[in-house]
């Protein structure tokens, strides 16, 4: 049974006494001299106690620092060993309010618009792809069109341009009708159509979003680009776009 300092002497006084009165209300008898043996024993356990007790207050003031790691208070009998050098050293909780906050972006999962042979970035972000012959009055309106636009929205899609390979040396011509340089490639008339589809015609407009193609624009009829809805739709977030 662990027993402080105080508690122990307590025990020893009191087995003391009754010793002496069992020592006392025993004369007479002939089983007293029995009572020595106990006695020694009884003595021997009380030094042995003591010696100890001193051996490890001396061992603990000899200039050691004890450390005791616990998140409890901790209670040391100053009996034993010297306060002033006991150090308590508990673990360090940070908490903290801060909230990591996880961005979810407003935009359309990853694809391939198939244009990707032509640019190699087209798939990547916000851009408006066009199809455009340089001497064709259309083309040249609709390109004039855009380039007034991306005077008046914030964050204009990068535009690129694909050229039929016919009167491509009108191409100074176009851009500065146009009011402004864009980056383009040319490709012969097979290979042009190809790649715009089928379905299409000069001029064509695609407004494509990772790789997504959000609208279509051709031709000078029912498919024929329309300023007004393009710029609205350019401005609007893809979850609001129907």
Not at 77 to 91: I, R
């Amino acid at each position: 049974m662990p027993f402080s300092t105080l508690e122990s002497i307590l025990k020893n006084i009191i087995f003391i006494g009754l010793f002496g009165w069992l020592w006392f209300a025993s004369r007479g008898m002939e089983d007293r001299k029995s009572l020595w043996p106990l006695a020694t024993v009884k003595f021997g356990a009380i030094m042995l106690v003591f010696m100890l007790g001193l051996k490890v207050a001396s061992a603990s003031s000899g200039g050691e620092v004890v450390v005791v790691e616990n998140s409890e208070p901790v209670v040391v009998d100053d009996s034993l060993v010297d306060t002033s050098k006991v150090t308590v050293v508990t673990p360090k909780i940070v908490v903290t309010d801060s909230v990591k906050k996880v961005e979810v972006k407003d935009e359309p999962k990853q694809a391939k618009s198939g244009f990707a042979s032509q640019y190699a970035d087209i798939d990547k972000g916000r851009k408006i792809l066009c199809f455009f012959a340089a001497g064709c009055d259309h083309c040249r309106e609709t390109i004039r069109l855009l380039t007034e636009m991306k005077k008046q929205v914030k964050d204009f899609p990068e535009l690129k341009i694909i050229f039929m390979d016919e009167e491509i040396e009108l191409i100074p011509e176009f851009f500065e009708q146009a009011g402004a340089k864009y980056t383009y490639k040319i490709l012969d008339p097979a290979s042009f159509y190809t790649v715009m589809g089928p379905k299409n015609d000069t001029p064509s407009v695609f407004y494509i979003w990772n790789g997504k193609v959000i609208k279509n624009y051709s031709g000078t009829e029912d498919r024929k680009f329309n300023a007004k809805e393009f710029k609205s739709l350019i401005q609007k977030k893809y979850s609001e776009i129907k």
